[in-house]
């Protein structure tokens, strides 16, 4: 097989929980009578990590407003939204058909290590990942180093890894790695704003996934 190593971002390419996260951060703005962003100006932010997101949805805050608003929006995503955030259809059983040809699977994201622990549990997808980066562990994206680290702990060389990801920030992020990169089009950013970041393709839904790896054996 050509590639070895599957890295995945998570929130809007796995799970579906752009919705929690774009009304989780309007309530929190709101509870801070902070001006509240579009939908779109928090879809453009999701991939990065929490907080250059923060600054460039506000500005920069001061200390008690920073840390009022990142203890606010944790509890706002995790207790008070009952937003559902499923897996897209097909994850789960695409996911145990990878592991099962051998690939080692990753992800990478711009959650923090408790915020992937939960959704691991929730899902009770852990089994599936070898390896992982979150957002409290690495640079935020789209700087490289996550998946540089990646890499590193694989032991497996860059033109065997494969990055898969929704937004234009993962897209980046495997450009500048120099990695090979997939789209998908149904979380925050659509396939023509991917296709400028060069992916081998920007995929509909999951089950064109196993046909474009067969592809590239």
Known sequence: MKYQLLI????????????????????????????VPTDTQVRDIIGLSLEPAIERLFGRLDGQQHATFLARYRDQYVELDPTPTPLFAGVPEMLADLRQQGYQLAVATG????????????????????????????????DPKMLHELLEEANCDLSKALMIGDSIHDLRMAEAAGMDRVG?????????QLSVYSPLA??????????????ER
């Open 8 to 35: 995945f971002d998570w929130d809007g390419t796995l799970m579906d929980s752009i919705g929690r996260i774009v009304s989780s951060m309007q309530a929190t703005a709101t509870h801070l009578a902070l001006p």
């Open 111 to 142: 959650k923090a290590r408790r915020g992937l622990n939960r959704v691991w549990q929730e899902t009770d997808t852990a089994q599936f990942f070898q390896l992982s980066r979150c957002a409290d562990e690495s640079a935020s994206k789209p």
């Open 184 to 192: 998908v089009d149904f979380g925050v950013h659509s396939a023509q």
């Open 202 to 215: 920007v995929l509909s839904n999951w089950q064109q996934f196993p046909s474009l790896l067969d592809a």
